[in-house]
């Protein structure tokens, strides 16, 4: 089995789009090298909902994937995300991602669980699969405890044994539970990676002990969320509470009051356009682009917090 380094900041990458919703790859190509070669940042992911996942064909998302490792190849390794329904067709896209350069695999829930739940064997199976059929690390997507797909603290203990699982993306966004979670997989397994992907709040659940975080904010900035798990990291709560203090209006530009939606990539998108990061803010539908207030909001956000990016050209 390959393995990685999930210690660290792992952005969720957003994809650039020209006006007639195509896959923009040359600006994909320079906005994961630069994004790639941001302190702290030890791999990026691809297919994440950040990355407007469930707007792209299975074709589309292995070619994100070949984009972004082209890119980057030599800069950081690429996860890609794995969103299927089925075993079969989990193992078939985890192949063509591996194909197109992935060196880890994010698995989400198959999106029937969140209809029907599922059996403690149902997750022990899929991730088995994917893991035998590829060779790759894998990263567990936890979802919310408030959903049919949430995993038990105990059963993420079951999936820490697993050889295949390196790391967990942990969006519990239940802190009772998301302690108990990291308590469980740290008895079974302490030296596999445990992220944030609580780009709402971030602060509050880094501090828990966590070894980094895979949020789509990162594709935002990047910077800011090094320093802050750099403060966390060394101790140094004023430092890191006043780096939050800089993060927070941003955060609430893109992402409102509650959880991150579908929607919030786009603001997101525009965010970063207005930053420089981004040329174009474009998004497929079904996601809708910001409206007027919401861009004035968005862009007075970044105006005030001082981003300004210089992308590579």
Known sequence: MSTMNFHGLIPAIAVPFRADHSIDDAELRRFSAWLGRQPGVVALMTNGHTGEVFSLTPRERAEVTRITAEATRGICPVISSVVCEGIGEAVEQAGWAKEAGAQGLDVMPPHHWLRFGFRTNHVIEYFTAIGEATGLPLVVHVYPAWTKSSFSSELLATLAALPYVQAFKIGTREMNKYA???RAIRAVAPGKALLTCHDEYL??????GVDGALVGFASLVPGLINDLLGAVKDGDLHRAMAIQARIDPLKEAV????????EAHACMKAAMQAAGILRDATVRPPTQAPSAAEL??????VAAAGLSVQAAA
């Open 180 to 182: 108990r979670d990291l």
């Open 203 to 208: 602060l509050a659940s880094m501090v828990q």
């Open 255 to 262: 992402y409102g009051a509650g959880e991150p939606t579908g």
């Open 296 to 301: 004035a909001r968005i862009r007075a956000a």
